[in-house]
């Protein structure tokens, strides 16, 4: 092996295995959800796609599923959400399967 390399001749080359690796999608999401990720890629460096890719590989590693939650403050309109009104909320938290608990989202 050389002592030294000339770097500056040598011509890049992409990796021929990336579109193996991963696949262009379209999601839709919420707004505080995209402001998170943008907020922690400033902090982190890292590009909010690719931390939105880890924490969704860490899920999947770690076996967790959506939990559903109904959220209403009046028990009334809580039974209406059930029904299928357009008056409740639906919250979504993402459980933990090995201890089965649920990490709740912070409320803004």
Known sequence: MRAQYDFARMKGRKNPYARRLKRSVTIRLDDASIAYFKELAAETGVA?????????????VNRRRPVQHWVSDDPDRHEAAQAGSEHGATEFSVA???????ARPRRS
């Open 48 to 60: 909010y796609q690719s931390l939105i890719n880890l924490y969704l590989r860490d899920c999947v």
């Open 96 to 102: 933990d399967q090995s201890t089965g608990h649920a």
